[in-house]
């Protein structure tokens, strides 16, 4: 069983930078493919940011690229997404997801999931 613990959420202004942690527990973590995800009130589910093949293959959004980080450790066992020059349209919760098995950006494909951190930004 996969286990993720998202950390990191708060308020955070404009142009602020914010990083979230996601620690996996389990018997297995080089294999995983890990994305980000988040949702707006009342928008649908939105992939952000993903690694898979022990950090091999690394995909980011167009809407964050150039201001979002993905990073894994296979020693702490964490995926961290670094968020900087923070908008106000990144308000969202923030989900962390695994996939045992091959490499996909669709949330449909993710097998565990986290409990998800708030992040607010204000203008």
């Known amino acids: 069983q996969v286990q993720l613990v998202e950390s990191g959420g708060g308020l955070e202004q404009a142009g602020g930078s914010r990083r979230l942690s996601c620690v996996i527990s389990g018997p297995i973590f080089s294999t995983l493919t890990v994305a980000w995800f988040r949702q707006a009130p009342g928008k649908e589910r939105e992939f952000v940011a993903g690694t898979g093949r022990s950090g091999g293959i690394i995909n980011v959004a167009d809407s964050v690229k150039g201001r979002f980080t993905i990073s894994r450790d296979a020693a702490k066992r964490t995926v961290d997404l670094q968020m900087n020059n923070l908008k106000p349209e990144d308000t969202a919760v923030y989900y962390c997801?695994?996939?045992?098995?091959?490499?996909?950006?669709?949330?449909?494909?993710?097998?565990?999931w986290g409990q998800g951190t708030q992040v607010t930004v204000s203008s």
């Open positions: 997801a695994a996939r045992l098995q091959g490499v996909s950006w669709n949330s449909f494909d993710y097998d565990y």
